[in-house]
């Protein structure tokens, strides 16, 4: 059961952490599993921008969608844990889509700003995160970084991003001064947020650190439509659910400045390239 103050923080800010919902024992297995499919060469997304000579990430990929083949995967993808605190944090029964497994080792590039229903084109409403943190994660490792009450923006118009600092090549402007949160968490710890929340990663400037996380990825309950990457979406029950498959085409929002204060003007328009999220 979560507490008002949590649901007040999932209401101003757009996420929340839930401390300790899986034990050290699970994350232990999770994170021996997802090393032994990397040992073995699994299925994993080799879209890395502009990539060195050496990049960790071509060691290291990040898996994605692994519940389609990984029992392991779907298992946690359907945990009651996520289930009840997203259906307590929307009031209502997500689908779920996607899972991904990031490995982010030791001198890894971070991921740009970004909002997630830019790829998941859930609609009506929106997509939600649940990401897990298998190793301690904070700002010398490459935590999650969020724009408190961006949950209520709508989609931006994407940028070229640095890929010096991100293995993605877009991201979204945020106005000068905008607060950051650095998401630091502890093996275990969840962090649930809403798919409008601009969010990304640093880089892991650690040398001996890997920066591990589980993520989850669902559409709120009464959505008809997702991008075309993420069907089937099941149902938290593992039955598979038929939703329509959304416009690759979408409105999106820039940044003006209106007599000192920005906001955003609806007059963009883009379309999704990118396979997956
Ligand atoms: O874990 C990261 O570095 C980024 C993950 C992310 O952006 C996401 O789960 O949507």
């Given at each position: 059961?979560?507490?008002?103050?949590?649901?007040?923080?999932?209401?101003?800010?757009?996420?929340?952490?839930?401390?300790?919902?899986?034990?050290?024992?699970?994350?232990?297995?999770?994170?021996?599993?997802?090393?032994?499919?990397?040992?073995?060469?699994?299925?994993?997304?080799?879209?890395?921008?502009?990539?060195?000579?050496?990049?960790?990430?071509?060691?290291?990929?990040?898996?994605?969608?692994?519940?389609?083949?990984?029992?392991?995967?779907?298992?946690?993808?359907?945990?009651?844990?996520?289930?009840?605190?997203?259906?307590?944090?929307?009031?209502?029964?997500?689908?779920?889509?996607?899972?991904?497994?990031?490995?982010?080792?030791?001198?890894?590039?971070?991921?740009?700003?970004?909002?997630?229903?830019?790829y998941l084109r859930a609609q009506p409403g929106t997509c939600i995160a649940a990401w897990m943190a298998v190793?301690?994660?904070?700002?010398?490792?490459?935590?999650?970084?969020?724009?408190?009450?961006?949950?209520?923006?709508?989609?931006?118009?994407t940028i070229k991003a640095d890929t010096r600092e991100s293995f993605t090549d877009i991201t979204v402007p945020?106005?000068?001064?905008?607060?950051?949160?650095?998401?630091?968490?502890?093996?275990?710890?969840?962090?649930?947020?809403n798919g409008a929340v601009v969010h990304g990663s640093l880089a892991n400037r650690t040398t001996d650190r890997?920066?591990?996380?589980?993520?989850?990825?669902?559409?709120?309950?009464?959505?008809?439509?997702?991008?075309?990457?993420?069907?089937?979406?099941?149902?938290?029950?593992?039955?598979?659910?038929?939703?329509?498959?959304?416009?690759?085409?979408?409105?999106?929002?820039?940044?003006?400045?209106?007599?000192?204060?920005?906001?955003?003007?609806?007059?963009?328009?883009?379309?999704?390239?990118?396979?997956?999220?």
């Amino acid at each position: 059961m979560l507490t008002e103050e949590q649901k007040q923080t999932w209401q101003e800010k757009g996420y929340l952490i839930l401390r300790g919902l899986f034990s050290p024992a699970e994350v232990d297995f999770y994170r021996d599993h997802f090393m032994a499919l990397n040992a073995q060469g699994a299925q994993a997304s080799r879209s890395v921008a502009e990539p060195k000579p050496g990049d960790p990430l071509l060691k290291y990929p990040r898996m994605i969608h692994m519940h389609r083949w990984d029992k392991a995967s779907l298992d946690w993808m359907l945990d009651k844990r996520i289930r009840d605190t997203m259906v307590e944090l929307v009031g209502k029964e997500p689908y779920a889509v996607q899972t991904m497994f990031y490995f982010k080792p030791a001198g890894a590039r971070g991921q740009a700003l970004h909002q997630d229903n830019y790829y998941l084109r859930a609609q009506p409403g929106t997509c939600i995160a649940a990401w897990m943190a298998v190793d301690r994660c904070d700002e010398a490792n490459g935590c999650l970084q969020l724009v408190p009450g961006s949950q209520n923006w709508p989609l931006l118009c994407t940028i070229k991003a640095d890929t010096r600092e991100s293995f993605t090549d877009i991201t979204v402007p945020i106005p000068e001064g905008t607060p950051v949160e650095s998401a630091v968490m502890e093996p275990g710890d969840v962090l649930f947020f809403n798919g409008a929340v601009v969010h990304g990663s640093l880089a892991n400037r650690t040398t001996d650190r890997f920066r591990r996380s589980l993520i989850g990825h669902y559409v709120e309950g009464d959505a008809q439509q997702v991008g075309k990457w993420y069907h089937p979406a099941l149902r938290m029950d593992g039955t598979r659910i038929e939703l329509e498959t959304s416009p690759d085409g979408m409105k999106c929002g820039t940044w003006v400045d209106e007599d000192g204060v920005e906001r955003i003007e609806m007059t963009g328009f883009e379309m999704v390239e990118k396979a997956s999220e």
